[in-house]
């Protein structure tokens, strides 16, 4: 592994007295502020760093292939894969200049194998997830309520099922026609509100994306 002073990486605070500390090759997260001012400078090479740091999460720039953070956000999502298993992890930059330094500096060490841009939404596009989860919410809310009838009611013939759905069986038995509506319905009004927030407010993207 190719070693750099430490004193190249920069501080980014998150929230609280938390922070990222950034290298160009790990992105070490939820670091206490303390803790990144204390070893920022006079440490070689990323060997201990994350125990140096006590960093709970350690993300190696390597393993990033997409990079997704709305500007009207603090939220950056970071897609990942290693050994062909694909994750993704979260950072939470409050301050918009901060945050925005961060993806920039963290491109910086990314431009060579990734490319980078900036795709503003409009209404309609920015409605479409949501949308789509709404219509899923409502179909399953439906078919679950269906269900739960049937289940008070009791079967009309014997059946032979799985284990598992005879536990989802008991749960809507338990929960009842009623317990459904009103927990789809709770579902179905928040994913409703996230649609009227997102056509009201269209998010403006930076797409950061590994090269094919």
Request: some cysteine; charged content about 20%; overall charge positive.
């Amino acid at each position: 592994m190719i070693t750099h002073s430490l004193s190249e990486s920069d501080i980014f605070a998150t929230s609280g007295d938390e922070a990222v500390v950034l290298t160009p090759d790990t992105i070490y997260a939820k670091v206490k502020m303390e803790k990144a001012k204390q070893y920022i400078n006079g440490v070689t090479g990323d060997a201990g760093v994350k125990e140096r740091l006590h960093s709970d999460e350690t993300i190696a720039i390597s393993a990033i292939t997409r990079i997704a953070a709305n500007k009207k956000t603090g939220w950056i999502r970071l897609y990942t894969k290693i050994n062909g298993k694909k994750d993704s992890e979260f950072i939470v930059i409050e301050d918009a200049q901060v945050k925005q330094q961060f993806i920039d500096k963290l491109y910086t060490y990314m431009q060579g194998s990734h490319t980078y841009r900036i795709e503003e939404y409009s209404a309609f596009k920015a409605g479409i997830k949501p949308s789509l989860t709404l219509v899923i919410t409502i179909l399953v809310g439906m078919v679950l309520t269906w269900l739960a009838m049937d289940a008070k009611n009791g079967p009309e013939r014997t059946m032979y099922v799985k284990a598992s759905v005879k536990l989802v069986y008991e749960l809507l038995l338990i929960i009842g026609p009623l317990g459904v509506i009103i927990i789809a319905g709770i579902v179905a009004l928040i994913t409703l509100y996230v649609l009227v927030r997102r056509v009201s407010n269209p998010p403006v993207m930076v797409m950061i994306d590994k090269k094919c």
